[in-house]
């Protein structure tokens, strides 16, 4: 499959199916995490994957009330929190310097790495942003440093989107010489 294959075969998915992955798979999108480029190769970031009984807790409790809307997701097989810490001096030196959070990108591309490992072993998979993270970050003991910022959900597709309208090129591409 070549790259823009798999960029494409990946979609939302929001409709799970109970089902279980294997730890090595596991492993390896989240390897797939662990590799991605970051500023500095600073990584501000962790992974915690929540799954089992735990899962259904959390659920319950991070997509209440507002949240709800995303309570869909407990049938995915897991859920990775990806927890930012913002208190990495050299990040705060790098921002102050160039007004960029690059710790924010850090995380888009290490998400990215990991749907799209998802996608390439041929599971669904969801990004999360729809979340009560005062919640989130009690029920993960997150410490005061740190940010429970997205979460993924990864699992058997239970439903295949149709292909999702995409901005042209030429709507989104320019170029200067
Ligand atoms: C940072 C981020 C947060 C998102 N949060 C949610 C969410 O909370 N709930 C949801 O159903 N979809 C969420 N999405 C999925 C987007 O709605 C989806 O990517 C967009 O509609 C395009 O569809 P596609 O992913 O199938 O290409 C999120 C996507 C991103 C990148």
Redo the contacts with the bound molecule.
């Keep these: 499959m070549d790259f823009l294959d798999l960029v494409k075969a990946?979609?939302?998915i929001?409709k799970f199916k109970v089902s279980s992955i294997s730890d090595d798979i596991l492993k390896y999108i989240l390897e797939c995490g662990i590799n991605s480029p970051s500023a500095c190769n600073i990584q501000p970031y962790r992974f915690i994957v929540i799954r089992g009984r735990f899962k259904d807790k959390f659920c319950k409790e991070v997509f209440s009330g507002i949240y709800h809307?995303?309570s869909f997701v407990k049938d995915a097989f897991v859920i990775i929190a990806i927890i930012r810490n913002k208190k990495s001096f050299k990040m705060k030196i790098g921002e102050l310097v160039t007004d960029c959070d690059f710790s924010l990108i850090d995380i888009g591309i290490c998400g990215q790495q990991i749907v799209l490992a998802a996608t390439e072993k041929g599971l669904g998979s969801?990004?999360?942003?729809?979340?009560d993270r005062e919640k989130a970050k009690k029920m993960l003991k997150v410490s005061t440093d740190e940010r429970v910022e997205?979460l993924i959900a990864i699992g058997e597709k239970g439903e295949e989107?149709s292909e999702?309208k995409k901005k042209t090129f030429d709507e989104v591409v320019s170029f200067i010489e």
Excluded: M, N, Q, V
């Design positions: 990946r979609k939302s929001r809307f995303c969801l990004w999360i942003g729809w979340f997205i989107p999702r």
